[in-house]
């Protein structure tokens, strides 16, 4: 029997790294994460996955680490001996990068260049994907594409720049099989509640509820081209299958604002977020990004790559996961008939 292939993924625990880790393990991969040591339980995105490390026929492996720590992911790579290394561990909330621009850069920017170097110095046959962002756009004028200069707006954006071209560099330099994905936004009913949209559709699921009373939010004007994420994580494992490197944008290529995105939610409800939604200057950020539009056509033409949920179904399926969190029935709270979803 061939040996199972074997995959390492920095931030298994996040929304993009629990997708992922299920895709994986459902072609038949070996999964190792890697999990910083917290004194809290942070697995619940992959405690469904979770196995008794006793058993023999182990599909998913935690590791402890950190991408600070150069010598323990040396040792991981050396230990785990992965065919594909896929890097989504990252400070990754723009916001809070502006506060904490040494530890987002230290992370995201000097980190890759760490797993980078492990890997060209243990095995550099390891085909890595890089978790890129289209933050990197920043204030470029739409639609981006990857023929679009970078101008990012923010130290998570800057930091991302860093580990884009840094995987380029190993690529040229030392014949790395790395991949950057540049991925426009993607959200999910495992979205971190302090990202905007999350923060919208649990907000929605509460004031239903009767638990809350207002949304304080930003910048409301701020338009995204927002997509499924398990869309983006099957993108993640394409680019890893192509023959050749590459640096490739996803979209949908579609765009909505901030505000178009609370509207649709609160009146899944039958809500006006008119009356529910409030502007605190404290959400805005120093450097805004005002518009986000992808051009993924290089992307569908290669790959093959196409989204499977639209606008309208990514709000609805959202809102039904937090009103069945806050133990309400979609069915008879929702405005319609509820999408049922297993993302």
């Known amino acids: 029997m061939p040996e199972r292939p074997r995959a390492l993924v920095t931030g298994i625990t996040g929304q993009d790294g629990s997708y992922l880790a299920e895709l994986l393990i459902e072609k038949g991969y070996e999964v190792h994460g890697l999990i910083r040591r917290s004194s809290s339980i942070n697995t619940r995105r992959i405690d469904h996955l979770y196995q008794d490390p006793h058993e023999s026929d182990l599909r998913l492996i935690l590791h402890y ?15 785990v001996r992965p065919q594909e290394v896929y890097n989504l561990g990252a400070q990754s909330h723009v916001k809070v990068s502006f506060e904490a621009p040494e530890y987002t850069s230290d992370v995201d920017a000097l980190g890759t260049l760490r797993l980078l170097d492990a890997i060209h110095h243990n ?7 890089q978790a890129s962002t289209s933050e990197l756009f920043g204030s470029a004028p739409p639609p981006q594409s990857e023929t679009t200069p970078f101008h990012p707006r923010s130290p ?3 930091s991302k720049l860093f580990a884009y071209w840094i995987a380029v560099n190993y690529r040229e330099a030392y014949g790395l099989f790395a991949s950057n994905g540049i991925l426009f936004n993607h959200e999910s009913p495992r979205r971190g509640e302090t990202f905007v949209t999350r923060k919208i559709t649990q907000a929605v699921a509460r004031i239903r509820a009767g638990k809350q009373k207002f949304l304080y939010l930003g910048n409301l004007d701020a338009r995204r081209d927002w997509g499924c994420a398990p869309d983006y994580v099957s993108a993640m494992w394409m680019m890893l299958q192509h023959p050749e490197p590459l640096d490739l944008v996803f979209a949908t290529g579609e765009q909505h604002s901030v505000r178009e995105f609370a509207e649709m939610a609160f009146s899944l409800v039958g809500l006006d977020y008119q009356k529910y939604v409030k502007v605190d200057k404290a959400y805005l950020r120093p450097a805004e990004v005002d518009t986000l539009l992808g051009d993924s056509s290089k992307a569908r033409e290669l790959l093959g790559w196409k989204t499977t949920v639209d606008f309208p179904g990514l709000v609805r399926m959202m809102v039904e996961a937090d009103l069945e969190a806050e133990g309400l029935d979609p069915a008879q709270v929702m405005v319609g008939t509820p999408a049922r979803s297993s993302v």
């Not at 095995?123 to 994907?129: F, G, H």
């Open 123 to 129: 095995d550099p046959k390891i085909r890595l994907y």
């Open 65 to 79: 680490g950190d991408m600070s720590d150069a010598t323990r992911l040396s040792r991981l790579i050396n230990e």
């Open 156 to 158: 998570y954006g800057v």
